[in-house]
């Protein structure tokens, strides 16, 4: 299933991913900082959905109360909650 989830409070401002079960593929971030965005994007190819949320989850960009990584761990359960309904 092909995803796409409009973040808040980052300099991205959209996440598409691909998600076979719990597993999350294909990760591309719209915006934001391209360089570290494509390092993330690689580094959680064909993780869970709970990996990702371990590994991402509440890591805060400089002041906001999010990042990058933070929104791909909501997008993430979202898109695999909205799976399971």
């Known amino acids: ?5 409009q973040t808040e409070g980052t300099c991205s401002t959209q996440i598409q ?3 076979d079960g719990n597993k999350v593929h294909n ?6 900082c391209n360089g570290n965005l494509q390092a993330v994007s ?13 590994k991402c989850k ?9 990042s990058c990584a ?12 909205k799976s399971r309904a």
């Open 58 to 66: 509440g890591i805060k960009c400089g002041f906001k109360g999010t």
């Open 70 to 81: 933070d929104q791909l761990a909501r997008a993430v359960r979202e898109a695999y909650e």
């Open 17 to 19: 991913f691909e998600l």
């Open 1 to 5: 299933m092909k995803y796409t989830y």
């Open 42 to 54: 690689k580094l959680v190819e064909g993780l869970t959905v709970e990996e990702i949320e371990e």
């Open 27 to 32: 990760v591309s971030f719209y915006g934001g």
